[in-house]
Nanobody, 123 residues
């Protein structure tokens, strides 16, 4: 049973930073892609970033390039999303997701999801 547990969300002022964590368990993830998505009130869930567990290939949405960095710690089975220079429009519930196979940037491609963590950026 795959489990993904996010943590690290909170309230931060514009320009500040947060680091989200996603602890994965239940199987080996060597052939998986791990992704971060977010959903703001009244909007669809959107792709933020993804990382291939096996070769560390990284993919990011244009809206966060240069500000957000995805990484992983194999020993801890944890994926991180370092978020810098946060903007009010980054306010959303952030979800960790996993899929067996290569990178995809749409919600339906991911098989497993965490419960989400709220990030609120005040102006």
């Amino acid at each position: 049973q795959v489990q993904l547990v996010e943590s690290g969300g909170g309230l931060v002022q514009a320009g500040g930073s947060l680091r989200l964590s996603c602890a994965a368990s239940g199987r080996t993830f060597s052939g998986f892609t791990m992704g971060w998505f977010r959903q703001a009130p009244g909007k669809e869930r959107e792709f933020v970033a993804a990382i291939r567990w096996s070769d560390n290939s990284i993919y990011s949405a244009d809206s966060v390039k240069g500000r957000f960095t995805i990484s992983r710690d194999n020993a801890k089975k944890t994926v991180y999303l370092q978020m810098n220079s946060l903007k009010p429009e980054d306010t959303a519930v952030y979800y960790c997701a996993a899929r067996a196979g290569y990178y995809r940037d749409y919600e339906g491609a991911y098989d497993y999801w965490g419960q989400g963590t709220q990030v609120t950026v005040s102006s």
